[in-house]
């Protein structure tokens, strides 16, 4: 009867490993531990930083099966900050945004991919001015770890570019583009 039950013990010790999911992590926007800053060419003369001040999502990962990871996050598009607010009340207009009509914009992944090093490739749909297109970010995991207020947290940074026509954005001059960094810091649920 011993050796049963140690043959199983041993089986239930190398196989639970696997079993293990990734970890649930809310996106940390209420201590101000994540952002979403854009820049925008100004008519090919420079650019224009913001972000968006309104936020919340969700991610999943799990270092050892990084596939399984998930990202989601809606925006409030009518949070848009550019620290000038006649410009941001013309962008957040519908000559652009029609934050009215568009009042959030959402990105779901659909996979995730390590490529090493900390780099991943979270391919997913972004929802923004009523279109759905797909979307790529180049993203690097920071680390994780406790706490000082005994919780446990992990934080990436990551970069993309939407191409505003492909969202029905207009365009104005060479401003076709928006680049956006990200950086999200989540606390482990």
Same mark, same amino acid.
């Given at each position: 009867?011993?050796?049963?039950?140690?043959?199983?013990?041993?089986?239930?010790?190398?196989?639970?490993?696997?079993?293990?999911?990734?970890?649930?992590?809310?996106?940390?926007?209420?201590?101000?531990?994540?952002?979403?800053?854009?820049?925008?060419?100004?008519?090919?003369?420079? *650019?224009?930083?913001?972000? *968006? +001040?309104? @936020?919340?999502?969700?991610?999943?990962?799990?270092?050892?099966?990084?596939?399984?990871?998930?990202? !989601?996050? !809606?925006?409030?598009?009518?949070?848009?900050?550019? !620290?000038?607010?006649?410009?941001?009340?013309?962008?957040?207009?519908?000559?652009?945004?029609?934050?009215?009509?568009?009042?959030?914009?959402? *990105?779901?992944? +659909?996979?995730?991919?390590?490529?090493?090093?900390? !780099?991943?490739?979270?391919?997913? #749909?972004?929802?923004?001015?009523?279109?759905?297109?797909?979307?790529?970010?180049?993203?690097?995991?920071?680390?994780?770890?406790?706490?000082?207020?005994?919780?446990?947290?992990?934080? @990436?940074?990551?970069?993309?570019?939407?191409?505003?026509?492909?969202?029905?954005?207009?365009?104005?001059?060479?401003?076709? @583009?928006?680049?956006?960094?990200?950086?999200? #810091?989540?606390?482990?649920?």
């Amino acid at each position: 009867m011993k050796k049963p039950l140690i043959a199983l013990t041993l089986l239930s010790a190398a196989l639970l490993p696997n079993l293990a999911s990734a970890a649930d992590y809310t996106i940390d926007t209420q201590g101000a531990h994540a952002s979403i800053n854009l820049k925008v060419q100004h008519l090919g003369y420079s *650019f224009i930083k913001g972000r *968006f +001040n309104t @936020f919340d999502g969700t991610f999943s990962y799990d270092p050892a099966n990084v596939a399984a990871s998930k990202v !989601n996050v !809606n925006i409030d598009t009518t949070s848009l900050d550019t !620290n000038h607010a006649e410009r941001d009340k013309h962008i957040r207009s519908n000559d652009f945004l029609d934050v009215k009509k568009y009042a959030t914009a959402n *990105f779901t992944s +659909n996979k995730v991919i390590d490529k090493g090093d900390g !780099n991943l490739e979270i391919q997913g #749909e972004l929802t923004l001015h009523g279109q759905t297109k797909p979307l790529s970010i180049d993203a690097h995991f920071v680390g994780e770890g406790d706490d000082p207020w005994g919780g446990y947290r992990a934080g @990436f940074t990551g970069t993309t570019r939407i191409e505003l026509a492909d969202f029905d954005i207009p365009v104005m001059g060479a401003s076709s @583009f928006a680049d956006l960094e990200l950086h999200v #810091e989540g606390i482990r649920q």
